[in-house]
């Protein structure tokens, strides 16, 4: 595998680079031919998504969201896309200046155990802030958490695995994660960091393993702790 993801494929830096180098170089990555068309295809289904959902329940920014997921998810398994269009790293991403990797590996989950996971993380979540937040809060703060977390974490990446290519939600979902600690805190003290405990604990645990991105993890909580921060102060 010539990938990991956020989730459950970080892979050794010194075997699987020249793997993803010469993946890179040999034109592997088969990006989106016009970005601006596929950035613009993602809104277009999120919006008729959300249009949809909003008759049915309250929180259709979260609906909307899993909803892409589950698309690109299904386009992935009947390849029509693969990874290598959308998925992102330092060298695709920030070098090649393919900006548009930022957006579409968030929403790219490979296995059926991942999009479960994360879908079902994303929506425990969604629920609880969207009523809170509001439908255009939620998704500006999801966007933010989306664009800066992932740019931190491709100049990290920088360092030692430029070429390694990485997907998933679980980035972003760590960020609201970091939203609703701050908004929690708000209300309960710091007592409320004891409900978010084990999640961050575990989270802590996961550096150790080379299967999962946590640079990528800790960057969206971080991100999503400072967006906490402008929720509770009113400021966006």
């Known amino acids: ?23 890179n170089v040999s034109g592997s990555t088969s990006a989106v031919a016009k970005p601006i068309l596929f950035i613009l295809l993602f809104a277009i289904i999120m919006a008729a998504i959300m249009a949809a959902a909003r008759l049915y329940v309250n929180y259709p920014t979260t609906i909307g969201l899993i909803g892409v997921n589950i698309i690109i998810f299904i386009l992935l398994q009947t390849k029509k896309w693969n990874t290598s269009m959308l998925a ?54 999801y966007g933010i958490i989306m664009i800066v977390g992932g740019l931190f974490s491709c100049f990290i990446h920088k360092i030692k695995s430029p070429y390694t290519r990485s ?24 007592s409320a960091l004891a409900s978010v405990a084990p999640t961050l604990l575990i989270m802590a645990l996961m550096t150790a393993s080379k299967r999962i991105d946590s640079i990528g993890h800790f960057t969206g909580l971080i991100v999503g702790l400072v967006c906490g921060f ?4 009113g400021i966006i």
């Open 1 to 23: 595998m010539s990938m990991y993801d956020r989730d459950w494929y970080r892979e050794s830096y010194k075997e699987q680079e020249k793997k993803n180098r010469s993946a």
């Open 88 to 141: 992102t790293s330092y060298q695709m991403t920030i070098k090649e200046q393919q900006f548009y990797r930022l957006i579409s590996a968030a929403f790219t989950q490979e296995e059926p155990l991942h999009l479960i996971m994360n879908m079902g993380s994303l929506y425990n979540l969604g629920v609880v802030l969207e009523p809170y937040m509001g439908m255009k809060r939620l998704l500006i703060h």
């Open 167 to 190: 997907i998933g939600a679980s980035g972003v979902i760590c960020g609201l994660l970091g939203i609703y600690i701050m908004i929690a805190i708000s209300f309960k003290g710091l």
């Open 230 to 233: 402008l929720v509770v102060s």
